[in-house]
């Protein structure tokens, strides 16, 4: 299916839910709007938005369809997502072992992988500019700037 | 305080030591980043927002300052000699000033570009200098229904000059707004959206959503084409100078560039791209010489003048009336706010380091940029050269860890992880994230400000069309919403009508 089209119907979806939802909280009057008011008037604006946009796509997928019926007028040089997944996928790994593992092993493995992910294949020499970044990061963040990075379990029982 | 005592009061705060060594700083980064495509300044600024915790506000906003200025001369550096924009606003930069380098000007077209932009930027915050103050006097008149007013008209026009479908534009500002509802309401204490988190209780920043969709966006989008090579042209410093013709060709063009970018500065939307593109635009059609399209200087003196000169335009609103009219801006207004000071009309008189220290530091961060940026042409372009692999794990390390450190929140991970996915899937779809950033800020603006007309006017909906201020700002978003309209099925129904009366 035409991706637009999926974007603007998730869009769509997501907007009808929110109005749903904005429309069971207290909507006050005009005088003294409640908590519900100015969502429920944005999820308006949002559903009507997205239904115009969804329509759209549809329209222009219909006009696509023939073309995109014919092999020989495919799209040459459209880049690909697949190249993306592993990076995002790593990113949210990132994400969930942060609390448990701590800034430093944490950020020490997403770099090591990350720098492979964008194609970099000596892992010597990988994990002696992980080794650098990561030390001079933690420097500036917790010592200059001070933020609190988070330690991990391991290193509150050790 | 006059204008003249003010500026002179500014310089007599920005030239301390520490000032002019972030100010340095700051155009470096800056300049660095512009030359870099991908992060683009507000990335920059928002990952280093939390440098400026433990700043003075002066200092944090001069660093921004330097930063912002700093990408636009940067991006023209990249467009000029290798046909690659390093930051938006450089794009239109890329059409005549590369034909300039396969002409063996690129020298002519680098220094033009420096010179042009700092004219444009030196105009453009000597007319910040006035009409913020006069701006600001003027919105000591301004209730809440004027900031209602303004904030919604804001959206339309952005909607409306950020190019593209305009029914896309509207559904990302619906989507913003709708994002700026999720967390405990302010009057009632109301949770909204929340899904019973606690974390989300303190709603959704803009800042996580900011970095997600403009630079870890960017960053994924680097693994499209993760094997582009540049090839740098070298330019000796003995050709940087141009010729006397191309000096008197560049000279009208930087000075209307000026009037178009500072103009176009003070409207919301992407003010720096519009500003060049519309002075592209009438140098095109001024033109004379037939050059355009084979390396005309012209198109490059007047956008770039154009794009610098926009960056001062658009501090007017955000220092005089407290609205951020581009994420940019927002990303500065969180500077202010981090150190407890409330952008708006009252902010120049109860503080006027802040207002008039920015302001000298922009003269002076502009002078240091021309003074550098020339000679160190080969530099700056050469940081291209850094292998991607190496890069792209640092930004989003610093991504990773910047965006944590604003709140120690692990909630603000999820959400730029999760805006970047949004904003690369934006990308590829061809949507323009700015209406959603801007909508996430100002949305909340007019919520409070709708809430507090209605209780002053007790409920009555015509106090937006009844007071002057606030019915001449709607009439003015009301036509620029619907003027294109019409002009379009005027000119839908003239052929027809042409046709019938053939007939």
């Known amino acids: 299916m035409n991706r637009n089209v999926l974007f603007t119907g998730a869009v769509l979806a997501a907007g009808i839910v929110y109005l749903a939802m904005a429309l069971r909280m207290p909507l006050g009057s005009v005088a003294f709007p409640g908590p519900g008011f100015y969502p429920s008037a944005v999820g308006v604006f949002l559903v009507l938005a997205a239904a115009v946009c969804f329509g759209m796509a ?35 790994l990132y994400a969930v072992s942060l609390p448990y593992l701590g800034f430093i092993p944490a950020i020490s493995a997403f770099l090591l992988i990350a720098m492979r992910i964008f194609g970099h294949r000596s892992w010597g020499r990988g994990m002696l500019i992980t080794c650098v970044v990561v030390a001079v990061s933690y420097i500036g ?11 991990g379990l391991l290193d509150e029982y050790l | 305080m006059s204008p003249f005592e003010g500026l002179l009061h500014g310089f007599a705060v920005a030239v301390t030591p520490v000032n002019l060594l972030v100010g340095f700083v700051g155009a470096i980064v800056g300049t660095v980043i512009g030359v870099l495509p991908g992060l683009g300044p507000l990335g920059t600024m928002a990952l280093l927002l939390p440098l400026t915790y433990g700043m003075d506000p002066v200092t944090g906003m001069i660093l921004f300052a330097g930063i912002y200025f700093g990408a636009m001369y940067g991006g023209s550096t990249t467009s000029i000699l290798l046909n690659m924009p390093g930051e938006a606003a450089s794009v239109i930069t890329v059409m005549e000033g ?50 209602f007013a303004v904030a919604l008209v804001g959206l339309l026009i952005m909607a409306r000059l950020t190019g593209g479908s305009l029914a896309k534009s509207l559904m990302l500002i619906a989507v913003g707004a709708a994002l700026g509802t999720v967390g405990m309401e302010s009057v009632a204490g109301y949770a909204r959206y929340t899904f019973g988190q606690p974390m989300l209780a303190q709603g959704i920043d803009f800042l996580p959503a900011a970095m997600g969709l403009f630079g ?41 560039g000026s009037f178009i970018g500072f103009c176009a500065g003070l409207l919301p939307g992407p003010s720096p791209v519009i500003a060049s593109m519309v002075s592209y635009s009438v140098e095109r059609r001024l033109d004379k010489s037939g050059e355009f399209g084979k390396g005309a200087i012209e198109g490059v003196a007047g956008p770039e003048a154009a794009n610098n000169a926009a960056v001062g335009g658009a501090y007017v609103p955000l220092l005089a009336l407290g609205i951020p009219f581009t994420p940019a801006m927002a ?4 500077v202010l706010l981090i150190n407890h000071v409330s952008p708006g009309p009252l902010l120049i008189s109860s503080h006027p380091d802040l207002f008039w220290g920015v302001i000298a530091s922009m003269y002076i961060g502009n002078f240091m940029l021309l003074v550098f940026n020339l000679p160190l042409v080969g530099v700056f372009a050469s940081i291209i050269r850094t292998p991607l692999h190496y890069l792209m794990p640092l930004v989003l390390l610093l991504c990773l860890v910047g965006v944590y450190s604003i709140n120690n929140s692990m909630l603000d991970v999820w959400l730029m992880i999760g805006f970047g996915i949004l904003g690369y899937a934006m990308k590829r779809l061809d949507y323009n994230p700015a209406p ?13 400000s709708f809430r507090e007309s209605m209780m002053l006017a007790g409920g009555n909906l015509a106090t937006f069309v009844t007071r002057p201020i606030s019915a001449s ?7 620029v919403t619907v003027a294109p309209l019409l002009i379009r099925m005027r000119r839908m129904a003239g052929p027809r009508r042409n046709v019938s009366e053939a007939t």
């Open chain 1, 58 to 92: 549809l329209v222009q997928a219909k006009k696509e369809r023939p073309a995109a019926a014919m092999p020989e007028r495919s799209e040459p040089g459209r880049p690909c997502i697949a190249p993306t997944i592993p990076l995002i996928a790593l990113m949210m």
């Open chain 2, 331 to 334: 990303v500065v207004m969180a």
């Open chain 2, 436 to 448: 959603l950033v801007l909508a996430l800020v100002l949305g909340p603006i007019m919520e409070r």
């Open chain 2, 98 to 147: 590369y034909q300039m380098t396969l002409r063996g000007r690129a020298g002519a077209a680098l220094a033009v570009s420096a010179v042009g932009s700092f004219i444009a930027g030196t105009a453009s915050i000597l007319a910040l200098s006035f009409m913020a103050p006069t701006l600001a006097d003027a919105a000591l008149k301004f209730g809440p229904a004027e900031y």
């Open chain 2, 473 to 479: 700002i709607l009439a003015v978003g009301l036509l």
């Open chain 2, 216 to 256: 870890l966006s960017e960053v994924l989008a680097t693994l499209d084409d993760p094997d582009q090579k540049v090839a740098i042209r070298k330019v000796p410093l003995r050709e940087l100078w141009p010729t006397v013709l191309e000096w008197r060709r560049s000279f009208w063009p930087m000075i209307r």
């Open chain 1, 141 to 151: 963040f917790v010592y200059w700037l001070n933020v609190p990075l988070p330690r």
